[in-house]
Structures are given as C-alpha cells and as structure tokens.
T-cell receptor, first 109, second 113 residues
Framework: GEDVEQSLFLSVREGDSSVINCTYTDSSSTYLYWYKQEPGAGLQLLTYIFSNMDMKQDQRLTVLLNKKDKHLSLRIADTQTGDSAIYFCAHYNFNKFYFGSGTKLNVKP | EAGVTQSPTHLIKTRGQQATLRCSPISGHTSVYWYQQALGLGLQFLLWYDEGEERNRGNFPPRFSGRQFPNYSSELNVNALELEDSALYLC????????????FGPGTRLTVT
C-alpha cells in the first residue's frame, strides 16, 4: 500500500494550465494530498481531498480523484512562473503518510 | 502562529560521526514525523512520535533514532554516519495521533563527507 507514482517532469508555458498526475496502489487510503516544495524549502500543503470526493476546487487549483483507477490529479489554472516547484502527491492511511517522488514543474515565461 | 521549526539549517559531518537534528512542532501539535529526502528522491518516512512515544518507524537501520520531549519537540539522532545519509531531513507535525493534516518545517540539510 505504499506505492505512489508520479511522472518526474512537466513543462508548461506561463498562462497555460498544468496537470500533474499521480497513481497509488492503496485503495483504503482516506485522504490524498498535494504538496509543493520550492528549492531549498520544506513542503507546503496545497490542498487535500477526502476519498469519498471526486473533485475539489480551491481558487486556481482543482483536484480530481478517480478512486476506481486510483488516480489523482492536480490542475493549476493560469500557471505562473511562481508555480515552478516540485509537487508531491501523498496519501494517508492508518496513521502513516506515503509520498510520491515528486513532479518537477517548470513554467516557461 | 509560528510554524514548524528545525535546527540547524545545515550540518556538515564526517563519516562515522553522530548527527543530532532538532524539531519544534506547531504549538498545540503533539505528533512529530521525520522524513529523509535524498537528492532527487521522494520522501522516505523515518519515524513518528506522538505524546512522547515512538509510534512507528520506517525501513531504516537502528542507527537512526530519536525521541520526543515533554514539550513535544523532537530530536533525530543518526549514529555512525555514512556518505549515503547525506540528505534533507524534514520534520512535520500534526495536531494529534490520527490527524490527517501535517505541516512541514524547512528541513535540515545534512552533508556527510
């Protein structure tokens, strides 16, 4: 139940939408998260979704959860250069958090 | 409200030495988690402390140990340092055992030469 997979890199142009994808194996996960890590810094909790939800929107961020396929995505609308960072997908189950390896988002001006 | 703090920011040690890393959780949080983030890799869960006790540990050798103090701050000790221990060590805190939100500190960069 620990496997969380993400693609390593994503490059987009400023103003476009970014979609970062994640797959996980543990179907009993209760919460799923997206964290952002800027260079040299810790992780910042961006948003999370409860496993009985399909979608959550928070300003420019939209989280989609396909529980059947165990697929989580993060859409960033109107991507800005300040969104350049590493994005980690994570899930929570039985008092443990499991993290993916992170997707490095590069936003080109 | 102050966030999670960690000290030192950077730590340079030589192989075979011991390193001590410190973490202060957000006020009111009783759970502290430690993670290792080696260069280019994701977070590997190290240890979890809650209410002063070790609740879970990841797949790391016993030379990685720690403790949690009565004020809920925590210390991570790494003995007999090896070159591959070089990494960013992140501490996170959550309100209590079973809380599903955790908040991270800025990390301690440990370099072993």
């Amino acid at each position: 139940g620990e496997d969380v997979e993400q693609s390593l890199f994503l490059s987009v142009r400023e103003g476009d939408s970014s979609v970062i994808n994640c797959t996980y194996t543990d179907s009993s996960s209760t919460y799923l998260y997206w964290y952002k890590q800027e260079p040299g810094a810790g992780l910042q909790l961006l948003t999370y979704i409860f496993s009985n939800m399909d979608m959550k929107q928070d300003q420019r961020l939209t989280v989609l959860l396909n529980k059947k396929d165990k697929h989580l995505s993060l859409r960033i609308a109107d991507t800005q250069t300040g969104d350049s960072a590493i994005y980690f997908c994570a899930h929570y189950n039985f008092n443990k958090f499991y993290f993916g390896s992170g997707t490095k988002l590069n936003v080109k001006p | 409200e102050a966030g999670v703090t960690q000290s030192p920011t950077h730590l340079i040690k030589t192989r075979g030495q011991q390193a001590t890393l410190r973490c202060s959780p957000i006020s009111g949080h009783t759970s502290v988690y430690w993670y290792q983030q080696a260069l280019g890799l994701g977070l590997q869960f190290l240890l979890w402390y809650d209410e002063g006790e070790e609740r879970n540990r990841g797949n790391f050798p016993p030379r990685f140990s720690g403790r949690q103090f009565p004020n809920y701050s925590s210390e991570l000790n790494v003995n007999a340092l090896e070159l591959e221990d070089s990494a960013l060590y992140l501490c996170a805190s959550s309100l209590s055992r079973g809380s599903y939100e955790q908040y991270f500190g800025p990390g301690t960069r440990l370099t072993v030469t």
